[in-house]
């Protein structure tokens, strides 16, 4: 019986501290400043929809381009450690000596990030995409710097797990003798033979077992990921992070199949390889031509390697950035087809065809919707009551709060709760502490015990965070 009411004096608390921090958060709602603090300090559990290379910012990048004396572009602002052949190509000692530096570094921070945009002189779209190929040189070699950034950057804000997409697999195997499946696979996509294609993949993915497609995976998870997640410590009583694999949209469909089998089977081989992804951008011609091709490869995928999850990026679309029909069927092809546990983005559910049926489905499955507030305004020009959160929200979805790109877009994800608190005011505190609680549920995380004490740690954070409105 003292068990008994122990328990029930310890809901009764737990309960009055939540209506009291619920007190607070909606007299502050409409005041960014106050509600800024706020989610400063809320504990927010996970960032799931994570991409490395975008989340690194720009000022790090550029002090180690500069520190190895890499050679700019001074039109485009690419950065290589060798100097090109062709082009306008100097080394940043020289841009010191002449005295330009300072100017190079302004324009640099305006191309490789959103710094100063100002969504006029050039599409926004385009500018985020094109930052990534400009800083990428300045990435490689540098990737325990960039993980020790996240993580510390993490902790200071209160966010306890990042599922990060960090890199494409090396591989240099041969396709050179399988590229007449290209064409093949694509004419059986036309006709939508779903059969041909799955018996045509078959036959691709044995020549890859003949080409031991495995020991990339294993190389790649052996010693590259587990020695920097392993040297670094990047796992500790505060915080967690785990990895996506993720394949290129652009590339042809073998090469694509390619390294999608040897994602899938990295993370199959190891408990810090989350899951799998497929990134780029969706309106890219090679992407809209293939997409349909790609889902059934994720569903191929999934009948070899049936206990690896995968989150695919799909619906970042929106009017006007492709003809009214491509927005109807990609959130259901990535759902239906490909069989994704987690969607990305999602911004055009409003358009797919039966998106109420669509979103009841992913409510009766346990679908999750990846929300990304500031990349979805910023790349797409979609936000408040034209983006689907609320949408996904009446049908049922389980929602998660993610960056995307944090470097890139020079974000947060405090930022991200405070926009979803400010725009959307039939959004709870209630709701927020679920999404918050949901980035850990329906994280990749294979090991059961640590999202456990994810879990258990997410508790006590929120219960001491909450203590500091107590109920009066």
């Known amino acids: 019986m003292k068990l008994f009411l122990t328990f029930f004096l310890s809901i009764l608390l737990n309960v009055g501290y939540s209506q009291s921090a619920n007190t607070y958060f909606e007299k502050i709602r409409d005041n960014e400043a106050a509600l800024t603090a706020f989610f400063s300090q809320m504990p927010k559990g996970g960032d799931l929809h994570h ?17 190895d004396n890499f050679y700019l572009n001074t039109e485009t602002m690419d950065v290589l450690k060798e100097k090109p052949s062709t082009g306008s190509w100097e080394q940043f000692s020289t841009l ?3 005295g330009t530096l300072d100017v190079y570094k302004q324009k640099i921070m305006q191309k490789w990030s959103v710094k100063d945009y100002n969504h006029v002189d050039y599409p926004s779209d385009k500018l985020f995409f094109e930052s990534f190929m400009k800083f990428e040189p300045a990435l490689k070699g540098n990737f ?4 020790l950034e996240l993580k510390n950057r993490a902790i200071t804000e209160n966010v306890s797990y990042i599922e990060t997409q960090l890199s494409t697999i090396p591989c240099s195997m041969n396709t050179d003798d399988l590229t007449k499946f290209n064409a093949q696979l694509r004419q059986l996509a036309k006709v939508k033979d779903e059969k041909g294609i799955l018996q045509s993949l078959d036959s691709v993915y044995n020549a890859f077992q003949r080409k031991n497609a495995k020991s990339y995976a294993t ?5 590259f990921v587990a020695k920097l997640h392993n040297d670094l410590k990047i796992d500790d009583k505060s915080f967690t992070m785990r990895y996506q694999n993720f394949v290129l949209r652009f590339m042809e469909p073998v090469d694509l199949f390619k390294n999608l089998v040897i994602a899938f089977i990295s993370a199959e081989n190891s408990p810090l390889m989350a899951g799998v992804n497929i990134v780029s951008p969706e309106d890219g011609e090679t992407s809209m031509k293939d997409y349909w091709l790609h889902m059934v490869m994720f569903e191929y995928c999934h009948s070899r390697f049936a206990n690896v999850k995968y989150t695919l990026h799909a619906g ?23 069989g994704a546990n987690r969607i990305g983005h999602g911004v055009d559910m409003a358009y797919e065809k039966d998106s109420y049926d669509l979103m009841r489905y992913m409510s009766k499955k346990d679908i999750p919707i990846e929300i990304n507030l500031v990349s979805n305004e910023f790349i797409l020009k979609v936000k408040e ?10 049908f049922g979805v389980p929602i998660v709060i993610s960056t995307d790109d944090a470097g890139i877009l020079r974000t947060n994800l ?3 709760y405070v926009l979803l608190a400010k725009r959307y005011k039939n959004i709870t505190y209630a709701d927020i502490k679920q999404f918050v609680y949901n980035s850990i549920t329906y994280s990749f995380i294979q090991e059961n ?6 879990l258990k740690n997410l508790d006590s954070r929120f219960k001491t965070f909450e203590s500091h409105f107590p109920k009066k």
């Open 51 to 67: 991409h490395y290379s975008g989340s690194i910012y720009a000022e790090p990048l550029l002090a180690h381009a500069i520190a």
């Open 96 to 98: 010191k000596r002449n």
């Open 144 to 147: 325990g710097q960039g993980l």
């Open 219 to 223: 190389d790649f998870n052996t010693n």
């Open 316 to 338: 970042e679309l929106t009017l006007g950035l492709v003809q009214p029909e491509d927005l109807t069927w990609h959130i259901n092809a990535a759902v239906h087809i490909a």
């Open 385 to 394: 009551n034209r983006h689907p959160l609320s949408l996904y929200k009446e």
């Open 414 to 416: 405090t930022e991200q």
């Open 449 to 454: 015990s640590v999202k456990k004490e994810l």
